[in-house]
């Protein structure tokens, strides 16, 4: 482990360059040229300037959908308490028909528990 990182610091070791290196590489490069003013081509050609449509059409798209977003959501929104409401009403009714049918079977039991017992005949009582 060692050996290799021995390798690599030698191989990978700072080298100077040789004598007049920096002159002869400045001596290869081209001559510098001034600068050219770069001109947009619309205006060269005489293109007509965008109006103020195409100035505002993407923030008033943006704007557009953002508000159809909100009215949409807020249909979703109204469908869904409406379907709600819908379902708690039928809850509601069927609530109260059981309560009925409950309420009419406690008064038959009650009545059957509070009716006064029928007389014995006295055959029903020499039985025992």
Same mark, same amino acid.
């Given at each position: 482990m060692? @050996?290799?990182e021995q390798k690599l610091r030698r191989a990978l070791r700072p080298v100077s360059p040789p004598e007049g290196f920096a002159d002869r590489v400045m001596r290869a490069l081209p001559e510098r040229r001034p600068s050219a003013d770069v001109v947009p081509l619309d205006i060269v050609r005489g293109a007509p300037r965008p109006g103020p449509w195409h100035r505002f059409s993407t923030p008033a798209a943006l704007a557009a959908s953002l508000v159809l977003a909100v009215f949409a959501g807020r249909h979703v929104a109204v469908q869904r308490m409406e379907a709600e409401q819908r379902a708690g009403l039928a809850a509601s009714r069927e609530l109260m028909q059981a309560l009925r049918v409950t309420s009419q079977k *406690? @008064? *038959?039991?009650?009545?059957?528990?509070?009716?006064p017992a029928p007389k014995a005949t006295p055959e029903e009582e020499n039985r025992s």
């Open positions: 060692n @050996d290799v *406690l @008064d *038959l039991a009650y009545e059957a528990v509070h009716r």
